[in-house]
């Protein structure tokens, strides 16, 4: 298990990154796909509130997938994504996409041609195909891993590699809650899974997709 750190308030690190007083020091994250040839890893800054900054790569290397994906993640103090960043690249092209919520809840969406609104049925959550890290946005949000609790969400859905957005609905229960580790189940159309998930809210293990290494 990884494990995070308080800062001191106020801090300015190294980097010229300046911490609030309920940040904790940034840590890196890597999981390992179970049946493909997959490897997500993410720098990650949480804090003691819902607030999480991530910056990560997703790989994929298997004889029907070859991509590459970066991305930049920014969630408020609420638990509300505000910004997505995604580059993806395959060999025969690169896209890119930037998804920001506004203040009155809509989404502006640029793929690089300049930004469309959405409303995506008011989703504050997104959901990035194949990167485990967005699972724990609303279980985090909504403190899954600590008390029950089920809930249905909107949500924004971004495919990998083509960077396809639409809306989608999916539930998130919490099945236990344990000190090290609790499990929430996850459905979405026909798939359903158990995820398990450490005291962050971060996936531990999701069976079929990754594991944590």
């Given at each position: 298990?990884?494990?995070?750190?308080?800062?001191?308030?106020?801090?300015?690190?190294?980097?010229?990154?300046?911490?609030?007083?309920?940040?904790?020091?940034?840590?890196?994250?890597?999981?390992?796909?179970?049946?493909?040839?997959?490897?997500?890893?993410?720098?990650?800054?949480?804090?003691?509130?819902?607030?999480?900054?991530?910056?990560?790569?997703?790989?994929?290397?298997?004889?029907?997938?070859?991509?590459?994906?970066?991305?930049?993640?920014?969630?408020?103090?609420?638990?509300?994504?505000?910004?997505?960043?995604?580059?993806?690249?395959?060999?025969?092209?690169?896209?890119?996409?930037?998804?920001?919520?506004?203040?009155?809840?809509?989404?502006?969406?640029?793929?690089?041609?300049?930004?469309?609104?959405?409303?995506?049925?008011?989703?504050?959550?997104?959901?990035?195909?194949?990167?485990?890290?967005?699972?724990?946005?609303?279980i985090r949000r909504l403190g899954l891993h600590r008390e029950p609790g089920e809930h249905a969400l909107p949500v924004v859905?971004?495919?990998?590699?083509?960077?396809?957005?639409?809306?989608?609905?999916?539930?998130?229960?919490?099945?236990?809650?344990?000190?090290?580790?609790?499990?929430?189940?996850?459905?979405?159309?026909?798939?359903?899974?158990?995820?398990?998930?450490?005291?962050?809210?971060l996936v531990v293990e999701y069976p079929l997709i990754s594991k944590r290494i």
């Amino acid at each position: 298990m990884n494990s995070f750190n308080a800062t001191d308030a106020g801090r300015v690190t190294s980097t010229g990154e300046t911490r609030s007083p309920s940040a904790r020091r940034p840590e890196m994250f890597t999981w390992q796909g179970i049946h493909e040839p997959r490897l997500e890893q993410v720098r990650l800054l949480l804090s003691s509130d819902q607030r999480l900054r991530a910056s990560g790569r997703l790989v994929a290397a298997g004889p029907e997938e070859q991509f590459n994906a970066s991305f930049e993640v920014s969630v408020g103090e609420s638990g509300q994504v505000n910004r997505l960043l995604l580059r993806t690249a395959t060999v025969l092209e690169e896209r890119q996409c930037s998804l920001s919520r506004t203040e009155d809840g809509a989404w502006l969406v640029d793929h690089g041609q300049g930004s469309k609104r959405e409303t995506f049925n008011d989703a504050l959550d997104v959901d990035v195909q194949f990167a485990v890290l967005f699972n724990a946005i609303p279980i985090r949000r909504l403190g899954l891993h600590r008390e029950p609790g089920e809930h249905a969400l909107p949500v924004v859905r971004v495919s990998l590699p083509d960077l396809a957005v639409k809306a989608v609905t999916q539930t998130y229960k919490t099945v236990s809650v344990g000190d090290e580790v609790s499990v929430v189940r996850f459905k979405s159309g026909g798939f359903e899974q158990n995820i398990k998930v450490d005291p962050n809210g971060l996936v531990v293990e999701y069976p079929l997709i990754s594991k944590r290494i």
